[in-house]
């Protein structure tokens, strides 16, 4: 069964950093594609940043290129985010995300419940 358990969120000031991280489990971590989302109240889901099984390619969203970075440890069967220069803006609820492809069902994602971040003075 595909678990994802993030944590990390909390309150910090705007120019401030956060790192989230994503345990993952019940399932070969090192061989897929993970992705962070946010939602901020009222707005649409937004993804954040993904990055490849073997870590080597990684794409960000427009709003956090230069401030956010993605990384995982297939060791630890984890990936983060690391946030850097925090804005107002960037306060939601961050999602975990992985998905596969099955013969049964076709594509699934899988989400974790989310962990709520907020940038406030």
């Known amino acids: 069964q595909v678990q994802l358990v993030e944590s990390g969120g909390g309150l910090v000031q705007p120019g401030g950093s956060l790192r989230l991280s994503c345990a993952a489990s019940g399932f070969t971590f090192s061989t897929y594609t993970m992705t962070w989302y946010r939602q901020a109240p009222g707005k649409e889901r937004e993804l954040v940043a993904t990055?490849?099984?073997?870590?080597?390619?990684?794409k960000y969203g427009d709003s956090v290129k230069g401030r956010f970075t993605i990384s995982r440890d297939n060791v630890k069967n984890t990936v983060y985010l690391q946030m850097n220069s925090l804005k107002p803006e960037d306060t939601a609820m961050y999602y975990c995300k992985t998905g596969e492809f099955t013969t049964v069902q076709g594509w699934m994602d899988y989400w974790g419940k989310g962990t709520l971040v907020t940038v406030s003075s």
């Open positions: 990055i490849t099984s073997a870590g080597g390619r990684t």
